[in-house]
């Protein structure tokens, strides 16, 4: 099977993006893992596949697969560069796109500037819509690292389609993000595992965000985080309705006007090649 793909990243969290509107494609995890090594493959932090809807009030079913083989719920930088591509392609000519995600449907916003804004959907922060092991909602929660009740930390978890766990830090640099991050993407308080964000309020307009994300390590930029971490620091009070985070691979602007609305989230998709690849059928890598 030879398969047309396109690379693309959303400040340095980068993808693959196969359109299988136009091609018959079958994903499988050995393909995506094979694909995603970034030594012996194309690299990539995500797969992202477009496909025909399922249902008629949207235009488009997109699928996200990170780079150890799971499928996974949502990806809000994967969703920008997704618009960018069907606009390019010709899949659609409008510049107001809805599509279907596994964890919910999505507008998304093609401006005149070249960017795009994503209405993520409203954020669930029920513990079982994370899911999070925890009784009831509390914007803050402590956790216990392994096992031992002098060693714990404070978290918000919040539901953007997938799980999100954000912790408020003095300084995001200080090495903080590869010693908490696996430990928690894989604690038991997350049965899902999770995507860990650290954030550290600059003011209340402005915010320093790294994120560990579940199924890859800590990617340059996570749109579903972000978006996460703007939840999070508004149930705390910490940033205003409107903010711009930064994180390593650049910046983006966010909005949440609180429970029960929205997040939106704005920032750039880039194409950087397009090529091909084939698989043979028992091919493991
Ligand atoms: N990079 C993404 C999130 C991708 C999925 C995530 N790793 C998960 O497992 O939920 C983004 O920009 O949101």
């Given amino acids: 099977m030879r ?20 091609q018959d494609v079958h994903i499988t995890s050995d393909m995506v893992q094979a694909w995603g090594d970034r030594h012996f493959g194309i690299g990539f932090d995500q797969l992202l596949i477009v496909e025909p809807p399922t249902r008629p009030e949207v235009s488009f079913r997109y699928r996200i697969f990170n780079a150890d083989g799971d499928e996974v719920e949502q990806c809000g930088n994967g969703a920008r560069c997704f618009a960018a591509f069907v606009a390019r392609e010709g899949l659609t000519s409008s510049s107001v796109i809805s599509v279907e995600t596994a964890g919910g449907i999505i507008e998304l916003h093609l401006q005149d500037d070249g960017m795009v804004r994503v209405n993520m959907g409203v954020p669930r922060l ?31 978890a919040v539901s953007m389609g997938n799980p999100h766990a954000v912790l408020l830090v003095d300084d995001v640099d200080s090495g903080l993000v590869p010693v908490l991050g696996p430990l928690l993407e ?3 308080a997350f049965p899902a595992r999770v995507n ?90």
């Fill in 3 to 22: 398969i047309h793909f396109t690379k693309m990243h959303g400040l340095g969290n980068d993808f693959m993006v196969i359109d299988a509107v136009r």
């Fill in 126 to 156: 029920q513990p079982t819509d994370v899911p999070f092991k925890a009784e009831n909602f509390q914007p803050l929660y402590r956790v216990t690292l392994d096992d031992d009740p002098e060693h714990s930390v404070e978290l918000s």
């Fill in 186 to 188: 894989s604690h038991e």
């Fill in 196 to 285: 860990v964000g650290f954030l550290q309020i600059i003011n209340r307009q402005v915010g320093r965000l790294r994120v560990y994300e579940r199924g890859v390590g800590e990617t340059l930029a996570c749109g579903s985080g972000a978006c996460a971490a703007m939840v999070a620091a508004r149930l705390q009070n910490k940033l205003d309705t409107h903010a711009t985070l930064q994180l390593n691979g650049g910046e983006l602007t966010l909005s949440w006007a609180g429970e029960g609305h929205p997040v939106y989230m704005t920032g750039p998709a880039t194409f950087v090649f397009d090529g091909t690849v084939d698989w043979e059928e028992g091919q493991d890598g």
